[in-house]
């Protein structure tokens, strides 16, 4: 029994994170839109709030009359001018509550729709300042480093280091006119360049450990973890990944990170759907000498499969 319903709390617990990321995600545009359906509204409770208006002026109209007659035909003995101010002071204060409590939905309505519109909008803000603050940072200290590169090896290489451009085999060809031979190098990417998405493990992370060996066995614990929150959830950022390791977040990993292969089914763009650190990277020499023990620490390169924002 337990074994047939493992999957279905699995599944509501999946939809369940989707559906408070949805929501979180799209809050501006549920806040806006829930905002106008509030203005829309109140309009319309106005509108049958003042239909009952004039009913409440001409009871109120009534109250002031009876009073004036009563004050007009008594003796000032019988009805004295302060309980006369008193009572046509009561009438508008009657006619007043009665009023506030006609037209009280409608501002309860109005006010919900402008704190909508106003908090989307403020959502919306903070974001824009956030990424546009983040990316600003990140081109300065991008563009300082290409300046400095270029200052000291020239544009070509400053070309060669962005791209991972190395050379590779050199062929001899001939010009079938002239009969001169000249030499050609190859350029081939250089696999090994790590992605902007990389980060070091070393003691900037809270979870860093001194023995060598205890850190291989946290880091191969929390990427299985992370393969079953992906699994789990259909989706990873890359930013939950840096905070399972103790690494600070990033404006990128907001948005970049993995979907599972069951909820990206109709994504053209090759991705791995499964988390790698690039731990055993044998093309790396530092990653063999980490995992062999002889180094302390290692540069983590991460797969994410792409922007998942937009696509989850």
């Not at 279905?8 to 994170?17: P, S, Y």
Request: glycine share 6%; net charge negative.
């Amino acid at each position: 029994m337990h074994n047939a319903i493992a999957p279905a709390i699995e599944l509501a617990k999946r939809q369940g994170n989707r559906a408070l990321f949805f929501a979180k995600k799209y809050s501006p545009e549920i806040l806006t839109g829930t905002g106008i359906v509030a203005g829309v509204v109140a309009g319309f409770m106005g509108a049958k709030a003042t239909l009952k208006l004039e009913a409440l002026v001409a009871d109120l109209e009534m109250a002031l009359e009876q009073h004036r007659q009563l004050r007009f035909h008594t003796t000032e003995e019988q009805y004295t001018r302060m309980a006369y101010i008193r009572d046509i002071t009561g009438d508008y204060a009657i006619a007043t509550a009665k009023i506030a409590k006609n037209y009280a939905p409608t501002i309860t309505m109005a006010s919900a729709a402008t704190v909508c519109i106003l908090g989307a909008h403020g959502i919306m803000k903070r974001r824009t300042v956030t990424v546009i603050a983040a990316y600003e940072a990140l081109e300065r200290v991008y563009n300082g480093y290409r300046e400095r590169v270029i200052e000291e090896f020239g544009e070509e290489k400053d070309r060669d280091y962005r791209l991972g451009i190395r050379d590779g085999k050199t062929h001899i060809l001939t010009n079938d006119e002239t009969g001169v031979k000249h030499k050609v190098t190859e350029a081939t990417i250089d696999p090994t360049v790590p992605s902007q998405y990389a980060r070091f493990f070393d003691e900037q992370s809270a979870d860093f450990n001194k023995r060598t060996e205890d850190n291989l066995t946290f880091l191969n614990a929390q990427q299985r973890f992370a393969n079953y929150r992906l699994n789990r959830d259909g989706f990873l950022f890359l930013n939950d990944v840096y905070d399972m390791l103790g690494l600070p977040k990033t404006a990128a990993g907001q948005v970049v990170g993995w979907l599972s292969d069951k909820h990206d089914e109709f994504n053209d763009q090759p991705a791995d759907h499964f988390v790698d650190f690039g731990i055993y990277d044998p093309r790396d020499t530092k990653s063999r000498q980490f995992v062999n023990g002889n180094e302390k620490y290692i540069l983590l390169d991460f797969n994410p499969d792409g922007l998942i924002w937009d696509r989850i």
